[in-house]
Nanobody, 117 residues
């Protein structure tokens, strides 16, 4: 059974750091894309970052230079290292898995990130 299980997140003061994890199980294809999105209640989901097995990593403009996405293939885990956090980074963060970065078919349970000023 395909599952994405997220961990990490929490509360931090502005300027601090957090790391999110997303472990995938039940998916064995060699070609995929994993990504992070975030959402604030009442607003649309915002793209944060993606990692494609073709080696491409992409970041949203609001997180460039502060967030880093990486993957541990041995653990089937996607990470998001978030540094220099700002209050506007506060949101529910979701990881997603897709056949490509244009089509996602599975989402993690979400993890809350709260940044205080």
């Amino acid at each position: 059974q395909l599952r994405l299980v997220q961990s990490g997140g929490g509360s931090v003061q502005a300027g601090g750091s957090l790391r999110l994890s997303c472990q995938a199980s039940g998916y064995t294809a060699s070609r995929y894309c994993m990504a992070w999105f975030r959402q604030v209640p009442g607003k649309e989901s915002e793209f944060v970052s993606s990692f494609d097995t073709d080696g491409t990593t992409i970041y949203g403009d609001s997180v460039k230079g502060r967030f880093t996405v990486s993957i541990d293939n041995a653990e089937n885990t996607l990470y998001l290292q978030m540094n220099s956090l700002k209050p506007e980074d506060s949101a529910m963060y979701y990881c997603q898995l897709g056949f490509s970065c244009d089509y996602y078919f599975e989402r993690g349970q979400g993890t809350q990130v709260s940044v205080s000023s």
